[in-house]
């Protein structure tokens, strides 16, 4: 696929029809991380109203960051507005690298277009006071923390963190304190 059809789909996602969907899975079997391709694999397959749909979606979700603006992608009948279009499309861009052509290159393919945005998504390294791996060191979970990650730390065999971690879950859920502590406590017999 090159990139201008990309970008083709992506204006008009109504161009979707059968003679894309391969095209699109073999896309994102190639680059799963790529959530614009998941995006418009889902398009596809929910306007040819596919029985897959709901098999991709599920794993679709795991690498789509904004599900809220794809439940709204995939929702709506009538093309995106320039603005929203534009919006949806550098939100979904590996890590804002990737900025819409208005005229892109046509003998670019999309998987040379896949490639650059990896080279430009690599982390760069940055002086730090060291305050993130000194917390990690000493165990710290980190401020962003679900019962999914405790449950990590707690199949890694990483038990503080999953303390940790289930420690300040009982603080942001106080409703489920009683459940917490439980949690809490198996993790402190697995160390004894």
Same mark, same amino acid.
């Given at each position: ?63 789509? =960051? ?8 995939? #929702?709506?009948?009538? @093309?995106?507005?320039?603005? *929203?279009?534009? %919006? $949806? ?58 019962? =999914? ?8 065999? #990483?038990?503080?963190? @999953?303390?940790?971690?289930? *420690?300040?879950? %009982? $603080? ?21």
């Amino acid at each position: 696929m090159q990139v201008s059809e990309f970008h083709k789909f992506l204006a008009n996602p109504r161009l979707l029809n059968e003679a894309s969907l391969p095209q699109f899975k073999e896309l994102v079997q190639q680059y799963p991380a790529f959530q614009l391709g998941w995006v418009l694999l889902l398009k596809n397959l929910k306007l040819l109203e596919s029985p897959e749909f709901d098999v991709y979606l599920a794993k679709g979700a795991f690498y789509i =960051t904004d599900r809220r603006k794809l439940y709204h992608f995939l #929702m709506t009948e009538d @093309a995106l507005e320039e603005k *929203e279009f534009e %919006s $949806l499309a550098n939100e979904y861009a590996s890590v804002g690298a990737y900025q819409l052509d208005p005229e892109p290159e046509s003998s670019e393919s999309l998987s040379d277009l896949v490639k650059t945005l990896r080279r430009k998504a690599q982390p760069k390294p940055e002086a730090t006071d060291g305050g993130d791996d000194d917390d990690m060191e000493r165990g710290a979970a980190p401020e962003f923390v679900t019962e =999914t990650l405790a449950k990590i730390y707690l199949r890694q065999g #990483m038990y503080k963190q @999953a303390i940790l971690a289930y *420690e300040k879950l %009982s $603080l942001k859920y106080p409703e489920k304190n009683t459940y917490f502590a439980g949690q809490i406590e198996e993790v402190k017999k697995l160390i004894h």
